[in-house]
């Protein structure tokens, strides 16, 4: 080797990063929506590349498993498969949507092996922790192109920290059959194995409704109406209170309480126990927890942690609206502006305009990915606590 050369293994692995590298910068690419409204406008938005994947993966039975009082560990699946790629591939700048009992992302080629890896070890952590079977696709965006499908991915900014992502063009929701149908799975890894779920938690209370109910809502368009969606999306959007100043979220604008200890503890201990006893990390989390609960309780500021800031991002940094091929929104309605949604969405259906599903509930419930408290980045999943957008798919009207 001559002199100043650099040794093959370090030019590997400085190759490797810049390969993996790709889906963080075609994420950080892609122009950012400063209103959530333009998620119904074609102008932001911006093709997959061709040879990239999609990841989609959801629980199966979830809709009885909800039923059977499982919603906490449903929507904690589903979450696990984001927070999981996140860490393996150590970025946020992931597109990424979350539906509730599953989750879908797309990512570079060079990633498909640490992507193929994890959504693995997240099927084989699911199904022996939590009880619940979860199935994974990756699907080649170039095979639902094929079948005049499309990615079309755009970011909307939710907080000054944090964006969230939509997407069109029917390859999401393509690739999420095709999962279904058997094509493009991903085997679980063998027993004991599993990804790095480190910052997943549950920890908050459920969110309740200052007045009337949680409700979560699924519209997309009618056979051929594609070009009028973006209208009646606008006017279901003044219905579900967008353009009220806080642009209809049901979360408390001083954020969300907790109790002590969280009834998600014991899914969180499951989450981030890696190598430990489960006795030792639940025990851990109960003393942990208590600190937390007390701090954010009583507003207590250590150092450059102030409780009564990171509620607040906790409030804006959550998905309570996103679009994939349609709108998906929860909500707080009290009953006449429920009444007046559901008329309207009622017309446009029989008009052959839409179909929509609705789930009112009682509460909502928040799944959290928290990779440091000391960065505005912690985002927040959102989802009916009595069915959420699994069962508003469940109760879909043409």
């Not at 809502?217 to 009028?228: D, F, H, V």
């Not at 500021?301 to 929860?330: M, P, V």
């Not at 949604?341 to 839409?354: G, H, M, S, Y």
């Not at 009682?362 to 990915?369: F, G, K, V």
Request: proline content about 6%.
């Amino acid at each position: 080797m001559s002199s100043g050369s650099v040794p093959a293994r370090r030019l590997d692995r400085t190759r490797a990063c810049l390969m993996t590298a790709a889906t963080a910068e075609f994420t950080r690419s892609l122009p950012v929506g400063g209103e959530f409204r333009t998620v119904l406008e074609d102008g932001l938005y911006r093709p997959a590349p061709d040879d990239w994947l999609i990841a989609v993966s959801d629980v199966v039975g979830s809709r009885k498993a909800i039923a059977a009082g499982q919603y906490k560990a449903v929507n904690m699946a589903g979450v696990a498969v984001i927070s999981a790629l996140m860490n393996a591939l150590d970025t946020q700048a992931l597109p990424y949507i979350f539906g509730g009992d599953g989750a879908a992302i797309i990512c570079s080629p060079a990633d498909r092996d640490v992507v193929a890896d994890t959504l693995a070890k997240t099927v084989a952590w699911v199904k022996e922790d939590l009880g619940l079977t979860l199935r994974a696709a990756l699907v080649p965006i170039s095979a639902v192109r094929a079948e005049g499908h499309d990615v079309l991915v755009q970011a909307t900014r939710v907080s000054e920290a944090v964006n969230n992502y939509a997407f069109r063009g029917g390859g999401l929701t393509r690739a999420e059959a095709l999962m279904k149908a058997g094509e493009y799975a991903v085997p679980p890894a063998p027993p004991g194995s599993r990804p790095d779920l480190t910052g997943l938690s549950c920890r908050w209370s459920p969110v309740k409704p200052e007045n009337g109910k949680i409700v979560s809502i699924i519209i997309e368009p009618g056979e051929g109406r594609a070009a009028s969606f973006p209208q009646i999306a606008e006017k279901l959007l003044d219905l579900a209170g967008m353009r009220l100043p806080r642009g209809g979220s049901p979360m408390p604008a001083g954020g969300p309480t907790g109790r002590w200890p969280p009834e998600g503890l014991e899914l969180e201990a499951r989450a981030t126990r890696g190598t430990h006893p489960l006795a030792v990390r639940r025990a851990g989390l109960y003393l942990w927890t208590f600190l937390s609960w007390f701090i954010m309780t009583f507003g207590v500021r250590i150092g450059t942690f102030s409780a009564r800031h990171y509620k607040e991002f906790t409030s804006l940094n959550t998905d309570y609206r996103k679009f994939q091929d349609g709108l998906r929104i929860t909500v707080s309605l009290g009953d006449a502006e429920l009444g007046k949604l559901t008329e309207f969405l009622e017309d446009e259906r029989k008009a052959k305009n839409l179909r929509y599903g609705l789930c009112v509930q009682d509460s909502a419930i928040l799944t959290c990915y928290v990779p440091s408290v000391t960065s505005d980045s912690h985002f927040h999943f959102l989802d009916g606590a009595g069915g959420g957008y699994a069962q508003a798919a469940e109760n879909m009207k043409s």
